[in-house]
């Protein structure tokens, strides 16, 4: 596991993953296309390796993503805000993590 994560460059250092086997650069689009569709595995276009997300990468995510839920729960409960204003928060905040997210998630094809 440790070593998994060493070979992909790290689990936090804000660069898109690479093929693990040819180098080759996934794209954003091609990380976030597995991150919405329930982290589906990546198959690398080059060279057909299929990559796994590592366990580290979804836990961060979810400790990333909960915060944001229960700040809105939060808001809702005590300062009786419309969920519509909730929304207004939590909505910017969704997409920016959809655009951090591909940078810190870390695949392998190491399973
Ligand atoms: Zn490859």
Redesign the pocket.
């Known amino acids: 596991m440790v070593k998994a994560i060493k070979e992909s460059g790290g689990l936090i250092n804000l660069k898109l993953q690479k ?1 693990n ?4 650069q996934f794209t954003r689009g091609e990380i976030n296309k597995s991150l919405w569709l329930a982290y589906r595995p990546i198959v ?1 276009t ?4 299929k990559h796994k997300v590592l366990i580290a990468s979804r836990l961060l995510s979810v400790v990333v993503t909960v915060p944001f839920a229960l700040l809105g729960i939060y808001l809702v409960n005590n300062y009786n805000q419309s969920l519509l204003s909730v929304l207004s928060i939590i909505i910017p905040l969704t997409l920016l993590a959809s655009v951090i997210s591909p940078y810190l998630v870390r695949y392998s094809d190491d399973y």
């Open positions: 093929c086997h040819c180098n080759a690398c080059q060279c057909g390796t």
